[in-house]
């Protein structure tokens, strides 16, 4: 038997200009953070049998999305347009779902874009950019 999971239940949040987490509706997707390492180079002249060398450099949490049902002038709407606009880093929590009460991850982003899209016979969605910034923590959910 398989302990394989849906991402029913997951949900994202995101402060709101008064600095209180705020949960984003009808979130559909989201993409947390992926750590990369950055490579730096330490060759030299008498690197071994002329080969580049490396140690490994900062990490980056990079950039995620998060896809949501877009509701104009929904209170969700409201928040993830003054993100963009005032571009401050605000601090986020993701909850996935586990067999228990879930695992949270918070950190902070930058809201970077916010795009929507409306088709003629289709739910309108939109997609929400974030830069990940600094380092997250990962727990099981209180």
Partial sequence: MSDALIGWDTEFWLDNASGTLTQIAEVIAVTPPNPQTADVEVTHFKSANRRREYIAGLIEDGEGTIEINFVPGSASDVLLRAAVNDGVTRSYRIILPTAGNGWQIDGDCI???????????????ATV??????ASTEAAAA
């Fill in 111 to 125: 809201v970077k874009g916010y795009e929507r899209n409306i088709p003629i016979d289709d739910r309108m969605t």
């Fill in 129 to 134: 950019t974030v830069r990940f910034t600094g």
